[in-house]
């Protein structure tokens, strides 16, 4: 039987902490899912569509090179919820700080109530990575900024032609 792994996030864009964390899943897992969030609360800066692009551009060498199957997909709802509706039973978390790891504890309790056979693991984002956050990219971005240090060139390209 496999061993599938979810992992979500909005991926507004994808940047080199969320590779990070894909990379390390694929050495766990048989299957990764990456599921991309959909907040009706939240206007992203690229389209569902466009956001799936880039993370299936980004990984697919990535996924030849660590003999890795995944795959991606929206979803609306909670993300315990998209993780049973994709046969997962590990979730995957990037934690970049104590911040992070104080908010999702409480999602992991929150979750194992819910789905007691979907465990959480936690990956602590490589140093390198650690301080990458998308909405900084996007803030970074739209002030003309280089963002090639956070981002694939891929993903450099759609920023810039985004906010031009």
């Known amino acids: 039987m496999a061993l599938i792994g979810f992992y ?39 389209t569902t569509a466009e956001r799936i692009e880039m993370i299936e551009n980004d990984c697919k060498d990535l996924a030849v090179k660590y003999g ?3 795959c991606t997909v929206s979803f609306n709802s909670l993300v315990i919820a998209a993780a049973h509706e994709h046969n997962a039973s590990l979730i995957f978390r990037g934690l970049r700080d104590s911040t992070d790891f104080d908010y999702e504890m409480r999602m992991v309790g929150m ?18 990575y650690r301080y990458i956050a998308s909405n900084l990219v996007r803030q970074i971005a739209n002030m003309g900024g280089d963002v090639s240090c956070f981002v694939s060139a891929n993903v450099a390209m759609k920023l810039k032609n985004k906010v031009l």
């Open 8 to 46: 979500a996030g909005s991926f507004d864009p994808i940047t080199l902490g969320h590779i990070d964390v894909i990379k390390r899943a694929f050495n766990i897992v048989d299957q990764l899912v990456i599921g991309v969030g959909i907040n009706c609360n939240k206007t992203p800066m690229f």
């Open 68 to 70: 890795a199957n995944f």
């Open 111 to 128: 979750n194992a109530n819910m789905a007691p056979y979907i465990e959480t693991v936690f990956l602590a984002s490589s140093p390198e």
